[in-house]
């Protein structure tokens, strides 16, 4: 890695521009997991004990340029505020007078939060006048929100183009802990790709058959791939323009004798949400009138025992509706069994990254990013933006 860290910028008596990712899950205006909050505290602290004054920047939700007050960080400022002991500055605006005013009373030590950056339009089109009145609070920028450096936003990328500026040590870390794996991976390497949209999904599939001994696919996804083989799949999920796509998918795996696994029995239902006609399949088939919402106790088994012969494991993406609890038993003992292996495993935030910390497993697993679309974007080897702009030490 030769991007520079914070270590490497001189941040003493320098108002230092941070952006973290503060993009938390709110219910009634409550703050339900603070982990992103927490993941940022290093930065935080490092850049008030070491003589700067903070002024953090991030997203919340999808506001789409307006201000929408449920989107507002007020709650976060509250939370951060109560972590770090210590007050936390909230400006009622962006850019604006109320946040100028305030960036300019800051004093070595203190902290500002900035109002949610995506209230302004130009946060997400990289627009250089909202780029240059950002710039103009701080001295330094600090990039350390690796949940949106794949993104080329003002605050995740123009910055970096009109200041000096360094990455945090949340990115480090995780560029640490997924691209060393990546890079050199202990194998057998088994990746695991659950989630919705196989569309999304079929580059890092693609990736995946290159670089994984053994690939498993479950999840909303699997559906695309069991139609294109014949299979009945009912009312499952499917994406229709993608059936050709996964059958070259098979069809590269084969050729590269390389093992990949599609589940062979369903746990299904009427709706996602129907928990009273949950019922088994015998096999790949789900009746019509029926869709598949998990993994069956086959799947499950065949799973479970390629994850046990891994010294290497990556994963995105839930293998069934999780949400639903009667249908989150097969992500459940995907993920019992990843915590057993005896090597690294990595998660790819997102959904499985919360379902791990809601079955209380955290502490098992290697490395559970911050980011689900930075992560998967490392799993496909690409280089991400936020990172990519940051000065290179000399
Ligand atoms: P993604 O954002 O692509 O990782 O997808 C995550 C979503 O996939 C979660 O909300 C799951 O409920 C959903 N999902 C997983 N399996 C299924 C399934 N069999 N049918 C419909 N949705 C699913």
């Excluded at 009634?28 to 002024?55: F, H, M």
């Excluded at 993104?151 to 997924?178: C, D």
């Excluded at 290159?210 to 696919?217: E, N």
């Excluded at 609890?325 to 019992?336: H, L």
């Amino acid at each position: 890695m030769n991007k520079k860290t914070i270590r490497d910028i001189d941040i003493f008596g320098k108002k230092v521009l941070c952006r973290v990712d503060f993009n938390v899950p709110m219910s009634d205006g409550k703050i339900t997991d603070d982990n992103r909050i927490v993941e940022a505290l290093p930065t935080i602290k490092y850049i008030i004990e070491n003589g700067g004054a903070a002024i953090l920047m991030s997203h919340l939700g999808r506001p789409d340029g307006k201000v929408v007050e449920k989107y507002s960080l007020k709650a976060v400022a509250a939370r951060l505020g109560e972590l770090l002991g210590k007050e936390v500055v909230m400006a009622d605006d962006v850019v604006g007078k109320d946040a100028n005013a305030k960036a300019a009373a800051l004093q070595s030590g203190d902290v500002m939060l900035i109002e949610n950056l995506r209230f302004e339009a130009g946060e997400e089109e990289n627009d250089k006048k909202f780029v240059d009145a950002l710039a103009k609070l701080g001295d330094v920028y600090v990039n350390d929100a690796f949940g949106t450096a794949h993104r080329k936003h003002a605050s995740t990328y123009g910055l970096a183009k009109v200041l000096p500026n360094a990455i945090g040590f949340l990115i480090e870390k995780e560029l640490k802990m997924i691209c060393d794996t990546m890079e050199n991976p202990k194998r057998p390497l088994v990746g695991i790709l659950g989630g919705a949209k196989v569309a999304d999904k079929l580059p890092i599939i693609d990736k995946l058959i290159d670089v994984c001994d053994t690939l498993i696919i479950g999840g909303g996804m699997a559906y695309t791939f069991l139609k294109a083989q014949g299979y009945t799949i009912g009312e499952s999920l499917v994406d229709d323009s993608k059936l050709e796509d996964t059958k070259a998918m098979v069809a590269k795996a084969q050729e590269k004798g390389m093992e990949l696994l599609i589940p062979v029995d369903f746990v299904v239902s009427k709706a996602i949400d129907d928990v009273a006609n949950k019922m088994y399949t015998k096999d790949q088939n789900i009746p019509e009138g029926y869709m598949g919402v998990d993994i069956g106790k086959k799947t499950t088994k065949m799973f479970k025992k390629a994850i046990k012969s891994a010294k290497t494991v990556i994963w995105n993406g839930p293998l069934g509706v999780f949400e639903q609890e009667a249908f989150a038993v097969g992500t459940y003992k995907i993920a019992k069994a990843v915590t057993k292996v005896k090597g690294t495993t990595i998660i790819g935030g997102g959904d499985s990254g919360s379902a791990i910390i809601n079955m209380g497993l955290a502490h098992k697993i290697t490395h559970i990013s911050t980011g689900g679309g930075a992560s998967l974007k490392l799993f496909e080897g690409k280089v991400l933006p936020g990172v990519d702009v940051i000065e290179n030490v000399d």
